[in-house]
């Protein structure tokens, strides 16, 4: 689900172009294979819609534009510039939440609101899609420098942030892929792949439990589970696997009905956070000439018969 505004943006794109949404450049590709906007605000993936290979399809069978909603939510109200987007894939780095080693920097990190550039764009990498390389226009740490990578086909996408260190002494961070899923209705939803895993309850200042069976969301959740297993997220209506690398903590996170002042009641329980992340639990230590790699894969399943 992204904004009409968006949504006629890559309506009106063939191929790929820059433009403009919401006094941001944004990078919007419309081909064969599917669909995707990314922003050049926080390298922020706003938009991704897989579409049947044509040789998969029969003749006049594909999807008309916005025919069908895309895997990400983004809100139809966001900030106005510096202000961050609620929605897509916000690159969290290089901390996660509150957690600036003074106390004092910006939620979630500088990355996510810096500007960054598009360093080059692949359509024969990945045969019928397209990967695409970032970074930030200046430096965003002393020591530490992040790029990101979005690989994108009919069949799945990949989300990947690689954090170098190029200083002198080791330094601590933490990061997210802060995955704001759409879907048909949040409490319709039902995460598969947690059962058993301790989580730290973030509502109930970090207490300590064990999820017993599978997830399924019933109102306000925020939640740090200790698991680098894959999961499902079935909102009835689809099913996507969600896997990654280099993430310890999976995040799984939705306000109930205290929404953020840019999230209209209307489209309040259209939304679900699950996010790969290293959190204040897992820390990522680099050490100089070190360097980490977050990734998530999205791939849509079957319905079960």
């Known amino acids: 689900m992204i904004p009409d505004t968006l949504r006629q943006l890559v309506?009106?794109?063939?191929?790929?172009?820059?433009?403009?949404?919401?006094?941001?450049?944004?990078?919007?590709?419309?081909?064969?294979?599917?669909?995707?906007?990314?922003?050049?605000?926080?390298?922020?993936?706003?938009?991704?819609?897989?579409?049947?290979?044509?040789?998969?399809?029969a003749e006049g069978t594909r999807p008309a534009s916005g025919a069908e909603d895309g895997w990400l939510w983004v809100t139809p109200t966001p900030q106005p510039m510096p202000g961050a987007i609620r929605g897509g894939i916000p690159l969290c780095w290089p901390w996660f939440a509150d957690e600036s080693p003074d106390g004092k920097g910006p939620m979630h990190g500088p990355a996510r609101t810096a500007a960054w550039r598009v360093d080059a764009i692949d359509e024969s990498v990945t045969g019928s899609g397209v990967e695409i390389h970032l970074?930030?226009?200046?430096?965003?740490?002393?020591?530490?420098?992040?790029?990101?990578?979005?690989?994108?086909?009919?069949?799945?996408?990949?989300?990947?942030?690689?954090?170098?260190?190029?200083?002198?002494?080791?330094?601590?961070?933490?990061?997210?892929?802060?995955?704001?899923?759409?879907?048909?209705?949040?409490?319709?939803?039902?995460?598969?792949?947690?059962?058993?895993?301790?989580?730290?309850?973030?509502?109930?200042?970090f207490a300590e439990h064990h999820q017993q069976g599978e997830l399924g969301i019933r109102g306000a959740l925020d939640r740090i589970y200790q698991s680098n297993r894959p999961v499902t997220l079935d909102d009835g209506q689809r099913r996507l696997l969600i896997s990654k690398q280099g993430s310890d903590s999976t995040v799984v996170w939705h306000p109930g009905d205290a929404l953020p002042g840019d999230t209209p009641a209307a489209v309040g329980q259209r939304f679900l956070c699950v996010e790969a992340a290293c959190t204040r639990v897992d820390p990522v230590w680099l050490v100089p000439d070190g360097q980490h790699l977050l990734s998530t894969t999205i791939v849509r399943e079957a319905q079960p018969a």
């Open 11 to 57: 309506d009106a794109t063939d191929g790929q172009r820059e433009t403009e949404w919401e006094g941001r450049r944004v990078l919007v590709i419309n081909a064969d294979w599917g669909e995707l906007a990314i922003s050049l605000q926080g390298a922020q993936l706003l938009h991704f819609l897989p579409l049947v290979p044509e040789a998969e399809r």
């Open 135 to 205: 970074s930030p226009q200046e430096r965003l740490h002393d020591q530490l420098v992040p790029n990101a990578v979005v690989h994108a086909n009919a069949q799945r996408l990949s989300v990947e942030l690689m954090t170098r260190h190029v200083g002198t002494t080791p330094v601590k961070m933490t990061a997210a892929l802060h995955t704001y899923f759409a879907v048909a209705d949040t409490h319709r939803c039902r995460i598969e792949g947690l059962a058993g895993a301790r989580y730290l309850d973030k509502l109930e200042h």
